[in-house]
């Protein structure tokens, strides 16, 4: 009856299906069919299907503006979306039709839908996250908005040179057009940087001068799964308020006279890169406040058109920060209430506390977001004066609480004192939020003793809580797996419609678990992935990945904490014991392929240099034929949604090994487990949960747990041990790649003395559980029968990860938003 619903208006039947897509090849491309390439089929597909969206988009916000419920907007500066096509097709329920009308016209829809680019607005889990949870809302039919940035370039591309240097080329997404965008040219916002800000005697303030920006709205329709309700993803475009100054012009000043047009246009010109380290510089500041204040003066705009009072702002409006990057919302909307709507301070601050909700996403202290008090100063003067006024009051309030605490009120304070003052934005989105949570149970404990411990005395436990991250199941099995997808429909024999809304049906595999036959089919269809794995690689590097041994994968970000460098060591091992073994000893082993794929951030030496040994172990050990039938390594480049899509659905084993209690989640691990890949990992993040979720002996935990690695670090730098006496096993990997066993020794020194001085991530304190760890996969691979089971298990026991239940998490405990079905017109 749902999808019925969801249907009504489509045309579902392959003769429209060919005779949209013409008409758009004609009139919209001006092309002719007959000599069409993939590109420009890909256009017309997606234009046509766009045709559908459209019609439901107009529904979903008629509906809203009808039914006036209470509506959610998720602020983030990323969304991770990845391609659009195939995702439009299966929400609609046409992807069928349009595999058999593109054929027809003599076009493969696999082909087509390669042809898409990747919007990578994004850097990694935290813009993954966003994607997830807008499919999510839509699917679950939530009055949920998307805030954003339309970045001219995305995440940079990543080239690896012959010398395994990574480099960075420009992502021109928007290049060829993109057809899932609705310019809007007439929702505009002026915003205002710079300038003076005087204080009046009431508590208000006056603000002026300085440079205005105007905003532009461009939207992104986000269809939900089977149903007509398609939310939208508002990103803003920055543009000059005046074209460019015709007196410079006149005066002959051409550069002049186009210079604020280049510094309006460049505020939303390019993502930043770096995730993990906070930078302080001017321009992703200024893309905060631009991106912030045009979000809010389009939410009051909308609120205010239903005509009700400001003071009812939050019974209808809640507002996600995603991370410490929206915090400037906060005093955004003091300056709002107080400057513009006659608001006394404290009617205002009760009104903030009640629309924000803040989401922390690390608690690594280098990621904590600090703004330079003087900048603030320097581009939002008023900004700055609100912000120390919030400051005053709730230190006020806990001194009334602490009397005579100096340290306490210095640790609160929402300004770190030092040469530069800066504003600790974390503080200031806790203090302006209504609830605070981390993204798993563990993070969300560690949120509430190290970095908010303080707030946590001074608040009360209540406001502090958890929402265990998820994935969209559509995207993450249905999509990227649709063999297993489809073995999934035939053994539950319930629609996939419904087990993709329901996620914890599958735990009706389990029975299957020990039924031979579906063994049989379900390592069948990892095997062809492993295949279509292989075949991806052969075409795009030239390289022939042999398909028989075990598929061993970590992609992700690199970083320090994420310990890469703790798997290619590992690899080395490997790869030094088979050197030692007899040809008899290597017929005992199993072949192993493991791949890495993941970009650096430009300016993080360390993690470049940890590429660099990848593809330099990877050069050495695919030739040596001592090896290179039992052990091989790959380092893909360009990470990015789409290879996801290939790389997670073939993998036997996946790699999720930070340091405990670094790494808050991890949504990957939660793809490749539903996607029966087994899991090796560290006890951190989302592993605790998946473990408890799928049993722990279908996972394979190593490694120091986080109590211990506080005490772990003290003795590093106290009680130092030799490398060679507390670790010999990595001590002598060590030794070999400082001995230029993989070329060029000397350059890996920066990278081999993190590990031989303090050793911040245990790398030493990890290593030999590690390879024992690894051991123990060997082990459990050899009983295939065994190993498959394990498989089907741990997807049987994956519901519990769905984004549908986080997003109703939000929505029931934080937002108090219900879902608001689409009405069909009476
Ligand atoms: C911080 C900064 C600092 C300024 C420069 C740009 C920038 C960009 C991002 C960040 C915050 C990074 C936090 C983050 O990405 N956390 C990841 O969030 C995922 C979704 O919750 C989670 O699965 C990962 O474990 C966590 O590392």
């Known amino acids: 009856k749902v999808w019925k619903e969801a249907l009504r208006g489509v045309d579902k039947d392959v ?64 969304f991770l979306m990845g391609r659009t096509l195939d995702n439009a097709l299966l929400n609609l329920g046409l992807k069928e039709e349009y595999r058999d009308g593109v054929k027809k016209l003599g076009f493969s829809i696999e082909d087509i839908l390669d042809k898409e680019r990747d919007a990578a607005l994004g850097n990694g889990g935290l813009g993954r996250l966003a994607a997830c949870y807008l499919d999510s809302g839509s699917s679950t ?32 997404w928007l290049e060829n057009q993109n057809p899932w965008e609705l310019p809007r040219l007439d929702v505009t916002y002026e915003v205002r940087f710079y300038g003076q800000s005087e204080r009046l005697a009431n508590g208000r303030g006056i603000w002026q001068g300085g440079q205005e920006v105007v905003a532009v709205a461009y939207d992104v329709m ?63 500041l200024k893309q905060q406040y631009f991106w912030t204040a045009a979000s809010l003066a389009d939410i009051i705009r909308r609120f205010k058109q239903q005509g009700k009072p400001m003071n009812q702002l939050p019974d209808y409006v809640a507002i996600q920060l995603n991370d410490t990057h929206p915090t400037l919302a906060i005093p955004e909307l003091m300056r709002i209430l107080i400057d513009e709507e006659d608001f006394g301070w404290d009617q205002a601050w009760s009104i903030v506390t009640n629309v924000f909700f803040y989401t922390n996403h690390t608690v690594l202290p280098e990621a904590l ?23 005053l009051f709730f230190l006020q309030a806990v001194e009334r609480k602490y009397p005579n605490d100096r340290e306490r009120l210095a640790r609160m304070s929402l300004i770190e004192e030092g040469f530069p003052k800066q504003v600790r934005m974390a503080h200031l989105a806790a203090v302006g939020s209504r609830k605070v949570n981390g993204v798993a149970e563990l993070h969300s404990d560690l949120v509430k003793t190290t970095i908010l411990k303080d707030f946590v005395d001074f608040e009360g436990v209540s406001k502090f809580s958890n929402v265990t991250n998820g994935i969209t199941p559509r995207r993450w099995l249905d999509q990227c797996n649709p063999e297993l997808s489809d073995l999934i429909t035939k053994t539950l024999k319930v629609e996939k ?52 041994a075990m598929f061993d994968v970590q992609i992700k970000r690199l970083h320090e904490y994420k310990r890469q460098t703790l798997n290619i060591l590992g690899v080395i091992h490997r790869y030094l014991t088979l050197k030692a073994m007899t040809p008899e000893e290597k017929k005992k082993v199993n072949p ?86 087994l899991l090796l990992g560290t006890v951190d993040g989302a592993n605790i949960e998946i473990a408890e979720e799928v049993g722990e002996s279908n996972v394979f935990f190593f490694g120091h747990l ?43 020194e920066p990278l081999l003395n993190t590990i ?68 069909a017109p009476k």
């Open 15 to 78: 003769p429209s299906v060919t005779k949209s897509f013409v008409n758009h090849v004609q009139t919209s491309l001006a092309r002719q069919a007959y000599n069409l390439d993939d590109l420009g089929a890909y256009q017309a597909a997606a234009l046509s299907v766009r045709d559908n969206l459209i019609v439901n988009w107009n529904e979903t916000q008629l509906n809203y503006t009808r039914k006036n419920p209470k509506r959610a907007y998720y602020l983030s500066l990323e």
């Open 369 to 391: 977001e600090k703004w330079p008090v003087p900048l603030i100063e320097h581009v939002l003067p008023r900004h700055l004066q609100i912000i120390y006024d919030i400051n």
């Open 497 to 548: 419609t419904v087990w993709l809304k329901d996620l914890a049906k599958l735990k009706g595999l389990i029975p299957f678990a020990e039924d031979a036959a579906f063994r049989k089919e379900w390592a069948a269809i990892k095997q062809r992935n492993k295949e279509r794995l292989a075949h991806y690689v052969q075409t795009t590097l030239g390289l022939t990945v042999r398909t028989d």
């Open 706 to 748: 986080t109590p211990a690695v506080e005490d772990l670090r003290y003795q590093h730098i106290y009680h130092p041990v030799p490398l060679e006496e507390k670790c010999p096993g990595l001590a002598r990997v060590i030794e070999q790649v400082a001995a230029g066993l993989f070329g060029d020794a000397e350059i890996y």
């Open 222 to 284: 986000i269809p939900g799964y089977g149903t007509k309700t398609t939310n939208n993803l508002r990103l803003w475009e920055s543009r000059p308020k005046r074209g460019f100054d015709l007196n410079s012009f006149n005066a002959g000043n051409y550069e002049g006279a186009v210079e604020s047009s280049n510094t309006a246009d460049a505020i939303t010109s390019v993502l930043y890169p770096n995730d993990h380290t906070s930078f302080g510089k001017e321009l992703r």
């Open 141 to 172: 039919e939530l009055p949920l908005w998307g805030y954003g940035l339309r970045y001219k370039y995305g995440i940079f591309q990543q080239l690896i040179s012959p010398e395994g240097n990574q480099l960075e080329a420009p992502d021109p």
């Open 592 to 677: 192993r392929v493991v791949f890495f794929a993941g970009k650096a951030a430009p300016a993080y030496y360390i993690a470049k240099l940890t590429i660099r040994l990848i593809v330099n172990v990877a050069s050495k050990i695919n030739t040596d034929p001592d090896t290179k039938d039992y052990l091989q390594l790959y380092f893909l480049p360009d990470y990015s949604v789409s290879l996801a899509e290939v790389l997670i659905p073939a993998s036997d084993i996946s790699q999720h090994i930070s340091t405990a209690g670094t790494e808050a989640s991890g949504t990957s691990n939660m793809k490749f487990c539903l996607n029966g890949g």
């Open 756 to 823: 031989r001085q303090t050793d911040y991530y245990l790398l030493s304190d990890d290593f030999d559980s590690y390879i024992a760890a690894l051991g123990m996969v060997d082990e459990a691979y050899q009983d295939q029968d065994e190993w498959v089971k394990k498989s089907i298990k741990t997807t049987a026991n994956m519901g519990k990860f769905s984004s549908d239940r986080a997003i109703l998490e939000y929505a029931e405990s934080f937002w108090n938003i219900e879902p608001s079905p689409v009405e």
